[in-house]
């Protein structure tokens, strides 16, 4: 057995044959589901990281139409409950916030329609993957 404290973990729930988890698989359902979005390709590396509180995903979004860094930081500015942080939010910084807090957010090199960003939130007071299909949904609304 591995340790856990001060240590990463890749892989949250059971391992499945292909090498996904069953929370990764289920993290996967619940973003198409919400989206409406039944065939939306997604990969999905759930993490554990040993904090008292607070959830972070590292998300790289690709949508169909120009996007840019510089726009997606105009709409979650204008989004309610996201703060834009110029560098970085991390879950013990947003302890005790209904915020949603994104930061790094960047144009992705990889692909052509691509932005990269960080988000950090606090883990009692918002849902976990509903969080993220919220930034994720703001951005799909216009350039899907």
């Not at 703060?83 to 052509?112: K, Q």
């Amino acid at each position: 057995m591995r340790p856990l404290s001060f240590n990463c973990v890749p892989e949250v729930g059971s391992l499945l044959p292909g090498g996904a988890t069953a929370h990764e698989l289920q993290v996967v359902e619940e973003t198409r589901k919400v989206l409406a979005e039944p065939d939306l390709a997604l990969s999905v590396t759930a993490v554990r990281v040993p904090t008292f509180f607070g959830h972070a995903l590292s998300i790289n979004l690709e949508t169909e139409g120009p996007l840019g860094a510089a726009r997606a930081a105009e709409i979650l500015r204008a989004a309610p409950g996201v703060l834009l942080h110029d560098d970085f939010p991390t879950p013990a910084e947003v302890i005790g916030t209904d915020s949603t807090h994104v930061g790094r957010l960047r144009d992705d090199p990889v692909v052509e329609h691509g932005v990269a960003l960080w988000i950090a939130f606090d883990s009692v007071r918002k849902g976990g993957a509903l969080n993220a299909l919220a930034i994720a949904e703001i951005l799909l609304r216009e350039y899907g």
